[in-house]
């Protein structure tokens, strides 16, 4: 079964507006991650938090985790037509040695 | 550096037909992993490998073979394909202990 299960499966905003795709899991982990996936491409990695932190920034990226609600989230801010994409949360349960990957979120952002 | 290379980009079978698919990296990563990607399925962990010599399964290893003689390469065997393997294939790879990890460009399979 999928570790990582995000919400909105859909998400559609105007440029420059924020977008916030949730994640949650099932068991414990070591970190989670954050993967962008253009139309037809391989996945591109954005950002890693472990799970002794609550929250990173990367550029206009900013993600959150809650261990004891075994959830994350990431937030875009001031979206562009380019962040276009599937976003994918993956967790590395506690072994660490492969990461499970959620369904994803769609995000569509228009000019 | 090149990443991690997926050789072929496409390939149709027919039913029973073998098959391997390629990957290689160049930085010297201990961990590679295989994944299929279905509409609305997301990336499901096929194998993965911890290092050269050491393999194991994910979450729909039937179907499947892998093996790792190298720390380079991690190739992907379809022993008798079936059309429920029609998928996108994606191979990764990371640095033990570093987190994040690097994907190929993928490998389109069509079984008819």
């Known amino acids: 079964s999928q570790q990582g299960e995000e919400d909105p499966q859909a998400l559609s905003i105007q440029e420059g507006e924020n977008a916030t795709m949730n994640c949650s899991y099932k068991?414990?982990?070591?970190?989670l991650q954050w993967y962008r996936q253009n139309s037809g491409r391989g996945l591109v990695h954005l950002i890693l938090?472990?799970?002794?932190?609550r929250e990173k920034h990367s550029g206009r990226l900013r993600v959150t985790l809650d261990t004891s609600k075994k959830s994350s989230s990431l937030l875009i801010t001031a979206s562009r037509a380019a962040d276009t994409a599937s976003y994918f949360c993956?967790?590395?349960?506690?072994?660490?040695?492969?990461?499970?990957f959620g369904k994803g979120t769609t995000l569509s952002v228009s000019s | 550096n090149a990443g991690v290379t997926q050789t072929p980009k496409f390939q149709v079978l027919k039913t029973g037909q073998s098959m391997t698919l390629q990957c290689a990296q160049d930085?010297?990563?201990?961990?590679m992993s295989w994944y299929r990607q279905d509409p609305g399925m997301g990336l499901r962990l096929i194998h993965y490998?911890?290092?050269?010599?050491?393999?194991d399964q994910g979450e729909v290893p039937n179907g499947y073979n892998v093996s790792r003689s190298t720390t380079e390469d991690f190739p992907l065997r379809l022993l008798s394909a079936a059309p429920s393997q029609t998928s996108v294939y994606f191979c990764?790879?990371?640095?033990?202990?570093?987190?994040?990890?690097?994907f190929g460009s993928g490998t389109r399979l069509t079984v008819v």
């Open positions: 990764a790879s990371s640095q033990r202990d570093r987190g994040g990890y690097t």
């Open positions: 068991t414990s982990i070591n970190n």
């Open positions: 938090i472990r799970s002794n932190e």
């Open positions: 993956a967790t590395d349960g506690q072994a660490g040695t492969a990461l499970i």
């Open positions: 930085m010297n990563h201990e961990y």
């Open positions: 490998s911890v290092g050269a010599g050491i393999t």
